[in-house]
C-alpha cells in the first residue's frame, strides 16, 4: 500500500486516475494519498478527495420517453389512451385509463407473403392476478391456460375488428391485451377493446378503423353509460354496442326481459355516445402513428373467376334451386363439380386457376345464392324468407337424469340435460371483476360427429364456450333467486347434428330440460338467428337493396352479411349475439330485424309449450332433494370441527352430501330417506335453531322422580316432565323411560330460568284418533343404570309439581347433599347413647341374642302372612343392585313361602332382570344369572320358584328345572 501512494505521488497530472490498470480487489481503494488510511497509525479516512474524483467519471444519460395522450369523456367519465410509455417494440401499443383500471393492449403483424386464403388473426386478452393485488392460488403460483372469462373477451375484441381488415390482407396479426391494474369498479374487456382499436391506428398494419366500444346499462328505467360493476349487478341490461363512425359492428346483450322498443331506444342512445372514443384515436394517430405499409393482395384475378364461373354456374344453379337436396347431398354435389372443374383446368394447363380453385367455386356459389334469394325471395331449402323450420321436441326422455330434453329445428338437433347440486358445486371464478362464484352453468359441446367429420377432442374451444355463454345468458334471466331455490344447475348441451343455430337450439333445449327437472322457472325462453342477404354498390359502399331471413341456414349464415341470434321469452329478450361479415351494417337494418325474430319466437314458445307447459315436481323422478338449515351460534362455534370429521362419516353412511357455509348447512340427498337420516345426523351432532312446536330426536340422559333430562340438538338438554309423557297417568318414570332411550319429543317452550321444556305426548296421537300408537315406548334391553332390584310401579297417578324445572346439573348436587345429609343423621343417631332401663336388659348375652332372633323370624312371618309388598315409587330410595331401600312398603303381599312353585308373567325387562306378575297382583323379582338365558318377552308365562325375599318382603325368583 506504501507502494502505490508513493506512485500515485510521482504520477503526472495529465494522467486520469482511471486509467491506472490495477487488480479488481484494489480499485475498490483506490483514493488520494492523503484519503489513505494508514494501517495502526490512527490516521482517519479523509472522503473529500475521494468523492471529487469519482464525481470525474462518467454518469448515465437520461432517457426521455416521448408519450402522447389524448383524453376525453365519455358517459361522465374520464377516458385517456397514452401511447410511447410501454412497449415500444410492438407495432402498436396503447394503454388505456378509466378511473384506476389500466389495460395495455399491443399488436404485431407477421412479415411473410400472407398466401393464404384466410386472415389468420389471433386475439388473446389475460388477466393476471397482480392486477388486482393478489398471488394466484394454483400450486405453481402461476396463471394457467386462458380461463373462460380471457376466452370471452378475447373474442369480444375480436369480433368488431375482423370485418374492418382489408379484402386479401392475409397476414398474421396478433393482438394481446393485458390487464396492468384494477380498482374492481370498470370491466376492462370494453376498454381493451378500444385499446385494440387506438394500437392498430398507430401500426403500419392495413385496417379501416377506428371503432368504438361502449357498455350500456339501464337502472329504473334510465340508461347509464360504463356502468360500474356494482351499477351492473343492479341493471336489467348490459348492452356491449361496437361500430364505426357510421355503422353497426357487434352487438352483445345480457337482459332481464328487455322490449324489442326498449332495446331499439338503448341502441340509438348507444351509437352517439360510442362514438366519442373515435376522434381521440384519431388525434393519437396523426400524433404518433406510423404510416401503413404495402402489402401483397391474395385476391382471384377477373379473368380467373370468370373462367371458372362459365364452367361452374349452370351446374352449381341447378344443384341450390333443388329444395329435395340435404345438406350432405349439396356439398357431395358441389364436391362433383369442383372436380369437373378442376379436370378442364388441368386440360389446360391453367395452374393459377387451380391454386385458387377452391374459394373461386365459393365464391361462384355465394352469388348465385344470394341473387337468387334477393331477385326471387326463395331460399335454398325452398322456405319462404319468414318460415321457421319444422320443430320437434320432447322432455324427460331419460328419466333416470335430474332433467332431460331433446330438440330438434329442421337439421339442427342438440340434447340437454340438467345437473343439480348442493352450493358447494358452484364453480369458482378467479376474474378480478364480478362475483367469485356462479352457480348456473351452461356447458356447450360441439362434437365432430355431428357434422360428419373426423377431428381429436381438445380443450377449450373459443367457439364452445362463446356459444355456451350466449345461451347461459338467455336462460340465466328466469333462474329464480338462490334464497328461493338454492340449488346449483348445470345444464349441458350435445350437438347431434348441426345444420345452423346450434346455440339457440340450446336455448329451446335448455328451457325445457329445466322445466323437465323442476325448476320453478315462470315460462319458456326460445331462440332463433336471423340473417341478412344485401347488394352492395361497389363505388360507396352503400346498401342498395337486401333481405332479411328468419332461421338462417349453416349455409346462409356462412354466404350472408349477418348472424343475428336473439333469445327471450313472450315478454321480452335476455339475450343477444349480432356477427357480421361486411365492414358495418345501418343500425336501422338491425332494428327492422328484432321483429321477424319476435314473430319465429313466438312460432317456437308455441311449440315448446305443447310438450311441457309448467315445471314438473321436484318429488317426481330422480331429482334430489335440498334442504338448508341455520347453526344456532354454539353449534357455529364447533361447526369446524363438524367441517373436518363429522361431514365425511355422515356422507359416507348416508350417502348424502353436506356443505356448511357462513353458519348454513346444506344437504343434498338421491331421495326422502337419505335426506331424512342425514338430518337426523346433522341435527343430533351440531344442533339447529330451537323453535317452539320442532320435533326432535334424543337420547335420555337421567331419569328422576318427576321426569326425564333429554340429550338433543347437538348436546342441549331439555326436560320431559312425568305429565308429558303419555295422554294415560304415569305414576313412575323408569316405567316408562330409560337412561340411553332414544325417542322423538317436542319443544313446547321455556320456563322462567331458560330451560327447555319437552312433551312426549304431544308426538302421539290420542286414544280413539285414526292413527292410535301404542302410548308408552317400548325400552331397549341394552338399557343401562336400572337396577333388578327397583320398586315395583302401582300405577298410582302423579300431577304436575309447581316449583320450577332444574337443570340435570342441579338435580345431581342436590340429590349428592341430600345423601350426605341422610348419611350424617343415621351416623348421629347410632353413636347417640340410649337411657339404661334395668327392668328391659338382659339379663345375659346369650338371652339378648335369643331375642333378637325370635323377633326378626316373627317380623318375616308377619309380612309373608300379610301377602302384601310395596310397589317401587320415585322417591329416592334406590341405592344400586344390592336390593338394599330405605323406605316403607306400602302395600301387602298375599301369603308366599320359600320353595313355592308358582306360575308368572313377564311383566317388565330390565337392564339386569325380569318384573314378575302372580296370580292375585303379586309381583317379584328375578336377576339375570351371569351367562345365563336372557331371551324373555313382556307377557310371556313362566314357572318360578320363590328363592328368598328381600329386606322389604319383594319375593326373589329362580326359574324352575323345566323352564
Request: glycine content about 8%; overall charge neutral.
Amino acid at each position: 500500500m506504501a507502494a502505490m501512494a508513493a506512485f500515485l505521488r510521482r504520477r503526472p497530472n495529465s494522467i486520469p486516475l482511471l486509467e491506472v490498470t490495477l487488480p479488481a480487489c484494489l480499485r475498490h481503494r483506490l483514493l488520494h494519498p492523503a484519503g489513505v488510511r494508514s494501517v495502526g497509525s490512527g490516521a482517519t479516512l479523509n472522503f473529500a478527495s475521494a468523492a471529487s474524483d469519482q464525481a470525474a467519471e462518467p454518469s448515465p444519460g437520461r432517457k426521455v420517453l416521448e408519450t402522447f395522450r389524448e383524453e376525453f369523456e365519455v358517459g361522465s367519465r374520464t377516458v385517456s389512451i397514452e401511447t410511447g410509455k410501454i412497449a415500444r417494440f410492438a407495432n402498436g401499443a396503447v394503454v388505456i385509463t378509466m378511473d384506476e383500471t389500466n389495460v395495455l393492449s399491443t399488436v404485431a403483424s407477421a412479415r411473410g407473403d400472407g398466401a393464404r386464403d384466410f386472415l389468420p388473426l389471433t386475439v388473446d386478452y389475460q388477466e393476471k392476478q397482480y392486477a388486482q393485488g393478489a398471488i394466484p392460488t394454483t400450486f405453481m403460483r402461476r396463471e394457467g391456460a386462458p380461463k373462460e372469462r380471457e376466452l370471452l373477451c378475447g373474442r369480444l375484441i375480436d369480433r368488431p375488428i375482423r370485418p374492418l381488415f382489408p379484402r386479401g390482407f392475409y397476414h398474421e396479426v396478433q393482438v394481446m391485451a393485458n390487464v396492468l391494474s384494477s380498482d374492481g369498479k370498470q370491466d376492462p374487456d370494453v376498454m381493451a377493446a378500444n385499446a385494440t382499436s387506438a394500437a392498430l391506428m398507430l401500426s403500419d398494419i392495413p385496417w379501416n378503423g377506428p371503432i368504438a366500444v361502449i357498455r350500456v346499462g339501464r337502472i329504473d328505467g334510465k340508461f347509464i353509460f360504463n356502468p360500474t360493476m356494482d351499477e351492473l349487478s343492479l341493471s336489467d341490461l348490459n348492452l356491449v354496442y361496437a361500430c364505426t363512425k357510421d355503422r353497426t359492428l357487434m352487438i352483445d346483450v345480457q337482459a332481464r326481459e328487455i322490449t324489442e322498443k326498449d332495446l331499439q331506444a338503448g341502441l340509438k342512445l348507444a351509437h352517439p355516445e360510442a362514438v366519442k372514443y373515435i376522434d381521440p384515436q384519431v388525434r393519437l394517430a396523426e400524433k404518433a402513428g406510423k404510416k401503413k405499409r404495402e402489402y401483397k393482395l391474395s385476391m382471384i384475378s377477373d379473368n380467373t373467376l370468370e373462367k371458372i364461373r362459365s364452367i361452374a354456374k349452370a351446374p352449381i344453379q341447378a344443384v341450390f334451386t333443388d329444395p329435395t337436396y340435404g345438406k350432405f347431398e349439396r356439398g357431395e354435389a358441389l364436391d362433383q363439380i369442383t372436380q369437373t372443374v378442376k379436370a378442364k383446368l388441368e386440360e389446360d394447363c391453367d395452374e393459377d386457376s387451380l391454386k385458387v380453385l377452391p374459394k373461386a367455386v365459393d365464391t361462384v356459389r355465394k352469388e348465385i345464392i344470394r341473387r337468387r334469394i334477393i331477385d326471387e325471395g326463395f331460399r335454398v331449402d325452398g322456405r319462404k324468407l319468414d318460415e321457421v323450420r319444422p320443430l320437434y321436441c320432447e322432455s324427460g326422455i331419460y328419466p333416470m337424469l335430474h332433467g332431460s330434453s331433446l330438440f330438434s329445428r329442421g337439421d339442427t338437433q342438440v340434447l340437454c340435460t340438467v345437473t343439480l347440486g348442493a352450493p358447494g358445486d358452484a364453480q369458482r371464478l378467479d376474474s378480478i371483476v364480478g362475483p367469485p362464484t356462479k352457480r348456473f352453468m351452461l356447458h356447450y359441446s360441439f362434437p365432430p360427429f355431428s357434422i360428419n367429420e373426423v377431428a381429436k377432442r381438445g380443450g377449450l374451444n373459443r367457439r364452445e364456450v362463446g356459444h355456451g355463454t350466449l345461451a347461459e345468458k338467455a336462460l340465466l334471466a328466469l333462474l329464480p333467486p338462490e334464497d328461493d331455490f338454492p340449488y346449483v344447475v348445470r345444464v349441458n348441451s350435445e350437438v347431434m347434428a348441426s345444420d345452423g343455430s346450434t346455440s339457440m337450439a340450446t336455448v329451446c333445449g335448455g328451457s325445457m330440460a329445466l322445466m323437465d327437472a323442476g325448476i320453478p322457472v315462470r315460462e319458456h325462453v326460445a331462440g332463433l338467428s336471423v340473417g341478412l342477404i344485401s347488394d352492395v354498390d361497389p363505388s360507396t359502399g352503400d346498401i342498395t337493396d337486401y333481405r332479411i331471413l328468419t332461421d338462417i341456414l349453416g349455409l346462409e349464415d356462412h354466404l350472408g352479411d349477418m348472424d343475428f341470434k336473439i333469445a327471450g321469452t313472450r315478454k321480452g329478450i335476455t339475450a343477444i349475439q349480432l356477427d357480421i361479415k361486411p365492414a358495418g351494417i345501418p343500425l336501422d337494418i338491425i332494428c327492422e330485424s328484432l321483429e321477424p325474430a319476435r314473430k319465429g319466437r313466438i312460432q317456437i314458445l308455441n311449440r315448446m309449450e305443447e310438450k311441457i307447459s309448467a315445471p314438473r315436481t321436484m318429488d317426481e323422478g330422480s331429482t334430489p332433494k335440498l334442504a338448508t338449515f341455520k347453526l344456532n351460534p354454539e353449534s357455529l362455534r364447533r361447526s369446524l370441527g363438524f367441517l373436518n370429521s363429522q361431514r365425511k362419516r355422515i356422507e359416507q353412511e348416508t350417502g348424502a352430501r353436506v356443505s356448511v357455509s357462513d353458519g348454513t348447512v346444506t344437504i343434498v340427498a338421491k331421495n326422502a330417506s337419505i335426506m331424512e337420516k342425514a338430518q337426523e345426523k346433522i341435527t343430533f351432532l351440531i344442533g339447529r335453531e330451537i323453535e317452539v312446536g320442532g320435533i326432535y330426536k334424543g337420547v335420555i340422559s337421567s331419569v328422576k322422580e318427576y321426569g326425564a333430562f333429554v340429550e338433543f340438538n347437538g348436546g342441549q338438554q331439555g326436560l320431559l316432565h312425568i305429565s308429558e309423557l303419555t295422554h294415560e297417568p304415569v305414576s313412575k318414570v323408569s316405567d316408562v323411560l330409560s337412561v340411553g332411550q332414544e325417542l322423538s319429543v317436542m319443544c313446547i317452550g321455556q320456563d322462567i330460568r331458560g330451560n327447555i321444556k319437552l312433551s312426549l305426548k304431544a308426538t302421539i296421537p290420542k286414544k280413539g284418533s285414526p292413527d292410535k300408537q301404542d302410548p308408552v315406548p317400548a325400552k331397549q334391553s341394552a338399557n343401562v343404570g336400572v337396577s333388578p332390584s327397583e320398586d315395583i310401579a302401582t300405577g298410582t297417578e302423579s300431577s304436575t309439581p309447581s316449583i320450577l324445572i332444574r337443570s340435570a346439573a342441579e338435580c345431581e348436587a342436590q340429590e349428592r347433599a341430600a345423601v350426605k345429609q341422610t348419611k350424617a343423621k343415621s351416623r348421629k343417631l347410632a353413636s347417640s347413647p340410649r337411657p339404661y332401663d334395668p327392668l328391659s336388659a338382659p339379663q345375659n348375652v346369650e338371652e339378648s341374642s335369643l331375642k333378637k332372633k325370635k323377633k326378626t323370624k316373627d317380623k318375616a312371618r308377619t309380612k309373608r302372612k300379610a301377602g302384601t309388598e310395596k310397589d317401587v315409587s320415585n322417591d329416592t330410595a334406590r341405592k344400586g343392585d344390592d336390593g338394599d331401600e330405605k323406605s316403607e312398603p306400602s302395600v301387602q303381599q298375599q301369603s308366599l313361602k320359600i320353595g313355592d312353585r308358582r306360575p308368572a308373567k313377564v311383566y317388565q325387562i330390565r337392564a339386569h332382570g325380569l318384573v314378575l306378575e302372580l296370580s292375585g297382583g303379586i309381583r317379584g323379582m328375578y336377576k339375570f344369572e351371569v351367562n345365563g338365558r336372557r331371551d324373555f318377552e313382556v307377557g310371556k308365562e313362566l314357572q318360578v320358584r320363590c328363592s328368598s325375599f328381600s329386606s322389604k318382603g319383594i319375593p326373589v325368583f329362580s326359574l324352575s328345572e323345566n323352564e
